[in-house]
């Protein structure tokens, strides 16, 4: 590892011999980095996984290693402390604030940036429901239409489809601090919540699930999301906050969620240069969208995707790398 930095040391002084000042500083400036490669999260959905080798193209062109890893998006904040994994860039309010801001607390995990993009994660249905279940998007009409929703599994209550067991972790503490007359069914992937939404639509049929935004969803199906008493941080940690006085998340998931970069403590020290160029990676809601269209709209696979994003954006990735 030693003998590897000094010899990029090298290279880096006889490039900047060749190019110029600018060639030399940057060079230098990536000398101190370590050789190992950063060690990056694969997770479950789309504009992640697209994203992840976008920021992974990024750092390989400025001469970093990288290693993907599949990971739980719950399990990666702990992984992270123990420095398993270096970077989690698509960090969601609404699924993993609660884990994220344990590790920022516990002193691991660095808070290194927070993107323009604002982001929703919540109960939502196709817009035709609403002739079905008077009185959406509120919360109180859906349980009044619950039955509506039921499937053999659930019957008589209804089925809330909900994501993957590593997403959202309080939708079933959600309904039974509300009362709701529904149960939550976790789906296998994002896949197949995608499925069971054109298999409904295609039928007219009622159908609540759980939807985020940006997504490439809402290009395809117009729909909304439900309406719940509206998030608070005394919510989540204090039972006594919301119209459940002895229970927490009796209220929705943060209408602007943030969506952050957290990195390894370790990280400035063991690679500066691709710690500040981390820290000034910033994705819009367009981004976030386009990444997980260009995969579940357009079908290209996920380094393609990467690539075209890539090349569509050069300007703005450029400024991260400067
Ligand atoms: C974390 N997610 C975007 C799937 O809600």
Not at 141 to 159: Q, Y
Request: proline share 5%; charged share 20%; net charge negative.
């Amino acid at each position: 590892m030693e003998g590897t930095s000094v010899r990029r040391w090298a290279i880096a002084l006889v490039a900047g011999a060749a190019i110029g000042l600018s060639g030399a500083v940057s060079g230098v400036a990536q000398a101190a980095d370590s050789d190992d490669p950063i060690k990056i999260p694969i997770h479950n959905w789309s504009s992640q996984i697209v994203g992840a080798h976008v920021l992974g193209k990024i750092l390989n062109g400025q001469g970093f290693a990288t290693e993907f890893i599949p990971a739980d998006s719950q399990v990666v904040y702990t992984s992270m402390c123990e420095g398993d994994i270096d970077v989690v860039h698509e960090v969601w309010q609404g699924a993993f604030g609660v884990a994220f801001e344990q590790v920022v607390d516990q002193g691991c995990v660095i808070d290194a940036a927070t993107h323009d993009a604002k982001t929703r994660e919540e109960w939502w249905y196709p817009s035709y429901v609403e002739e079905q279940c008077p009185g959406l998007p509120d919360w109180e009409a859906l349980n009044a239409c619950a039955e509506m929703f039921s499937t053999a599994e659930t019957a008589p209550k209804g089925r809330f489809l909900g994501g993957p067991v590593d997403w959202l972790k309080h939708d079933a503490e959600r309904v039974e601090g509300l009362g709701m007359d529904f149960e939550v069914v976790n789906a296998g992937s994002a896949a197949a919540i995608w499925a069971e939404l054109a298999s409904a639509f295609e039928r007219k049929a009622p159908i609540v699930h759980f939807n985020w935004t940006p997504n490439f969803i809402e290009a395809i199906y117009d729909g909304k999301f439900v309406e719940f008493p509206e998030y608070d941080e005394g919510c989540k940690d204090d039972p006594a906050w919301g119209p459940n006085p002895d229970m927490t998340h009796d209220c929705g998931n943060p209408k602007d969620g943030y969506l952050k970069i957290g990195v390894w403590n370790g990280m400035p020290d063991k690679w500066p240069t691709a710690y500040a160029i981390i820290s000034k990676m910033n994705l819009t809601n367009l981004d976030i969208a386009v990444m997980s269209k260009l995969v579940d709209i357009d079908g290209m696979e996920v380094e393609e995707a990467a690539d075209k994003w890539l090349a569509d954006n050069e300007a703005k990735w450029m400024s991260w790398v400067n």
